[in-house]
């Protein structure tokens, strides 16, 4: 029933995860999955919430330029050049919601905004939202469930039970085990299962590529070569690891994917992981 891309080992909200139609009355014939939660009908590939001005816009524009079906629910004040951002990423192919001039606080956007979201396959959150929205969306969410956890804060136990992807670097990982950032590997893995003892995350470490943990395992990806032509698609690293699951790739492939692309931003640009890594690994 459910059309959800779905990584080896991902946890589809984790175990006991009560879904958000438990955070309400269901409508008459709704269908729920086998963890309680309500399916929607999927009417586009990827949503996004944050800002229009963020990382996470980017990254709506380049699953736009990958031919995705788009949409960013944006939240937060966008400034002076909201005219500007809105403009590009319409050029881009991202639908915008709410339209401008609205008069909601954040987390009523995201609930005016629920066919979005529960309507995309993938639903990509990032830390630059406040924790009322993220779990508002979250809640709302009937696709895969992506986190990017930056710029890097505790976030509640709920939305990252909720998530099914965790897509930290390994400066993030550490403030999220409140720890140190691991020197080597196996500390990135025992960081990831302590922070999410059943869940799935992709850590990633710039230059030297990224670890894919799920609860059956553990496998590095490493860097491609400089010079290579594997960043030629663009598009950073998130953007390619989810358009690459939504092309139905595994786990490990879609991280392949997301490693060649990923030295490449949303933008065109390195998508700041390189360099987040490079200094949390104290390496």
Do not use: Y
């Not at 987390?107 to 066919?115: F, S």
């Amino acid at each position: 029933m459910s059309q959800r891309p779905a990584p080896a080992g991902a946890s589809h909200h984790g175990p006991g995860h009560d879904g958000p139609g438990h955070d309400g009355p269901a409508p008459a014939g709704a269908v729920r999955d086998a963890h309680g939660r309500l399916q929607a009908p999927k009417t586009r590939d990827v949503t996004v919430v944050g800002p229009l001005g963020g990382a996470g816009a980017a990254h709506a524009a380049a699953a736009a330029r990958r031919g995705r079906s788009t949409a960013l629910v944006a939240v937060g004040d966008a400034g002076a050049p909201e005219r500007a951002v809105r403009a590009a990423l319409a050029a881009a192919g991202v639908e915008v919601a709410p339209g401008p001039g609205d008069r909601l606080d954040d987390a009523a956007r995201v609930r005016d905004a629920a066919a979005l979201v529960s309507g995309a396959r993938v639903v990509l959150l990032r830390c630059e939202a406040p924790d009322a929205v993220l779990l508002a969306a979250a809640r709302l969410c009937t696709g895969l469930l992506v986190l990017d956890p930056a710029p890097p804060r505790p976030l509640p136990p709920e939305l990252l039970r909720r998530t099914d992807l965790l897509v930290p670097g390994a400066a993030e990982l550490a403030v999220l085990a409140g720890e140190e950032p691991a020197a080597d590997v196996e500390g990135l893995v025992r960081q990831a299962r302590a922070v999410r003892p059943d869940g799935t995350s992709v850590v990633t470490r710039g230059a030297r590529g990224c670890v894919v943990v799920t609860p059956a395992g553990v496998a590095e990806v490493p860097a491609v070569p400089a010079g290579s032509g594997g960043a030629g698609a663009g598009g950073g690293f998130v953007a390619a690891l989810t358009d690459a699951l939504l092309r139905g790739a595994g786990l490990v492939q879609a991280a392949r994917a997301a490693v060649a692309a990923g030295r490449d931003g949303p933008d065109g640009h390195d998508d700041g992981h390189d360099e987040r890594d490079e200094r949390g690994s104290g390496t």
